[in-house]
């Protein structure tokens, strides 16, 4: 059962990711996106990371994108035109990028080929408990960072999207 | 084996239970405004209008659905898609009521329960945001972008006090698991008073309850807070472009938004399937006694009715009211029936504030709610975390 | 091969892998700023995955919470970044990265 999961959803991940990459519309690339993370989501779950898989939904796919979502709306510039690009990019980009991804895929499947091998439930440390043990005990100090670049990214946002005054 | 079966099991029931209470939901919505306007309401189709719902649903469902030539076909038919299952999903994780024996098998009255269950609800009302943002914009209407884009608006800055307003019982809790966040309201202190989460703990939780509701009403789009839908009767709105079973699907997933989150304030705040007092001073009688004094009350007004048509009409109600009485007493059906009645109780009580409110009060301006989301409604729930917090660590072990 | 067995965790960091060159394809390769910056929040995801996927086979926490910091730090971008493509558009009227350049060819 998990084999067929993690296929049909990495399967979805990767047509999403695709589909993010060539769709000329900008919304047709944000719901892709959207898509992309909730199969990710997914695949957060078969990992026991259950505390991740609902942030990432609540805050990425739920939050984010719809940001990107608002202002492709507000913006409204429509698709993209598609101009000349040069030879050697159409020739040579699919097959170079294809190679690279099979020396990493290479390269992977010989460096962790001990015979761990992802079960659901072998993880159970994902809860929202140990998550909150963790990020309260050890990583309190980033967390408190976190929450001044929160502050800091509100206010160079509402400073840039105010009219001016003249 | 015998898991995905029972599941499946689970599933019909709750599905079709669930579609029955969201098409007889709008027939009480309907005659209840219309006696707070002082009118009938439906009356005409079946005893007392309830064949309505049917004769609506036969007319959405017949109506010629077309496709207007300016739109962006595949978001234009996205959109309430994603609007509906998104509504419907929040249901599986509800919990009806405790661990029940059928037929000797062992199974609790929900589909499943989820470790995070409430961050699954509150994810998947995130989700729900796209629905409407994408009927906005495909329509290619500047009134429908304008009116989903505000409906969304509207729907995420309220989601904040909302999350906030969970985390304060959650503190009390406990535990994220919507089972577990029920039962764990269970007892009685002092021998009488519940320990729903508006009565108990260190610090009650009225105000995480008012927010939660306040936040509620305006993450379903109603009144006060439905100027996004009611520019319809102005001008457009975001499901202005939309005909027969797509509009359908839109006002289906409204109403099933508003049974979630009558269901989840009810697991929250009042307890769940938790019943107001102690069975030892007879709580389990209280169903049956009260669907008796229904059927009494129907009885005396079929036999001297102010209509000749109830003279026909009214027996038959009070005697099917008797019936589902007696069934409450019967021992092999009081374990799932009993704590369901009291949940189905205290989410009705929700649902018929919802409507109330939506007969009594006039709507918010668009400015006026947002400002009262952000400057007023966002602090007050961090306030009451900040207290909740405190008193909790206070008292802790 | 379905039934029992699991996912070899390779195979994660593979995907994490694909997912992470195809957000570097779209970020050199396309001409809308916000596609591109999709094609950022997309290599973001990419990085996630491998994060889990290790706290998975070190059997640790820690990786969730990289993610998890990741995710936070990706949010405050996109508030500011959307915000500065909101001025760009503002002044320019065009959302082609190569209309934005000032600089001689």
């Known amino acids: 059962m998990d084999l067929f999961f993690f296929v049909v959803f990495a399967v979805v991940a990767i047509g999403g990711g695709v589909s993010v ?31 991740i898989a609902m942030a990432q939904v609540i805050v990425y796919a739920g939050a984010i994108m719809v940001l990107f979502l608002f202002v492709i709306m507000l913006l409204n510039s429509g698709g993209e035109t598609k101009p000349g690009r040069s030879a050697m990019v159409k020739v040579l980009g699919v097959p170079v990028l294809a190679g690279f991804v099979a020396i990493i895929a290479y390269v992977f499947s010989l460096s962790f080929n001990d015979t761990l091998a992802v079960h659901f439930g072998g993880f159970s440390d994902g809860s929202a408990r140990s998550i909150g043990r963790a990020i309260f005990g050890a990583y309190l100090l980033p967390f408190e960072v976190t929450s001044v670049l929160i502050l800091v990214a509100i206010l160079g946002a509402v400073v840039l999207a105010r009219k001016e005054l003249d | 084996m015998e898991f995905y079966v029972i599941s499946l099991v689970k599933i019909a029931v709750v599905f079709a239970g669930f579609m029955t209470v969201l098409a007889y939901l709008q027939w009480v919505e309907r005659k209840v405004i219309a006696h707070v306007q002082v009118r009938v309401g439906p009356n005409r189709v079946g005893p007392h209008g309830l064949l309505q719902p049917m004769a609506d649903i036969i007319k959405l469902v017949t109506k010629e659905g077309f496709l207007p030539s300016h739109v962006h076909k595949f978001f234009y038919l996205l959109a309430p898609f994603i609007a509906v299952s998104m509504a419907l999903v929040s249901i599986s994780i509800i919990p009806f009521g405790s661990e029940i024996k059928v037929f000797g098998y062992t199974t609790w009255m929900q589909l499943t329960d989820l470790n995070v269950g409430i961050l699954f609800v509150l994810a998947i009302s995130s989700l729900g945001v796209y629905g409407i943002a994408l009927a906005g914009w495909s329509s290619n209407n500047k009134y429908s972008l304008l009116g989903g884009l505000r409906s969304s608006a509207q729907m995420i800055s309220y989601e904040l006090p909302l999350s906030l307003a969970i985390t304060a019982p959650l503190l009390i809790a406990g535990t994220l698991s919507l089972r577990e966040i029920v ?29 939660f509701v306040i936040a509620g009403f305006a993450e379903t789009n109603r009144v006060p807070f439905d100027l996004p839908e009611a520019e319809n009767e102005l001008v457009a709105g975001f499901h202005t472009e939309y005909s027969s079973m797509q509009f359908a699907s839109f006002f289906m997933a409204e109403y099933a938004n508003m049974v979630t989150i009558t269901c989840i304030t009810t697991i929250l705040f009042l307890g769940g399937w938790q019943p107001l007092f102690p069975a030892s001073l007879g709580s389990n009688y209280l169903p049956p006694l009260l669907l008796f004094f229904v059927g009494a009350l129907l009885l005396f007004n079929g036999l001297n009715p102010r209509r ?11 005697v099917v009211f008797f019936l589902l009485g007696i069934l409450f007493l019967v021992p092999a059906v009081k374990p799932i029936l009993v704590p369901f009645f009291w949940f189905a109780a205290k989410v009705g009580f929700l649902l018929f504030t919802f409507i109330w409110i939506r007969g009594t009060l006039p709507r918010f301006r668009y400015d006026q709610l947002m400002s009262f989301a952000w400057k007023f409604l966002f602090p007050a729930a961090l306030i009451n975390l900040l207290i909740t917090g405190l008193l909790v660590a ?4 | 091969m379905f039934q029992g067995g699991g996912v070899p965790l390779s195979w994660y960091l593979i995907l994490s892998a694909i997912l992470f060159s195809l957000g570097v394809a779209g970020f050199l390769f396309r001409k809308n700023i916000i596609t591109v910056f999709m094609s950022i929040e997309l290599m973001l995801n990419a990085v996630n995955l491998s994060f889990v996927a290790f706290s998975y086979k070190l059997q640790q926490v820690n990786g969730h919470i990289f993610a998890f910091f990741v995710m936070v730090v990706a949010a405050a971008e996109a508030a500011v970044g959307l915000a500065i493509i909101l001025t760009v558009y503002k002044n320019r009227s065009s959302l082609d990265i190569d209309d934005v350049s000032e600089m001689k060819n």
Do not use: C
């Open chain 1, 21 to 51: 990459v060539l769709q000329t519309h900008p919304i047709s690339s944000a719901l892709s996106l959207v898509a992309v993370m909730g199969s990710l989501a997914v695949l957060y779950l078969l990992l026991g990371a259950e505390f």
């Open chain 2, 394 to 397: 206070l008292t802790a072990k």
């Open chain 2, 183 to 211: 039962q764990s309201q269970g007892g009685y202190n002092f021998g009488f008073l519940p320990r729903w989460s508006v009565f108990a703990g260190p610090f009650p939780q009225v105000f995480s309850f008012i927010i």
């Open chain 2, 308 to 318: 000749r048509k109830d003279r026909f009409s009214l027996p038959v109600f009070a």
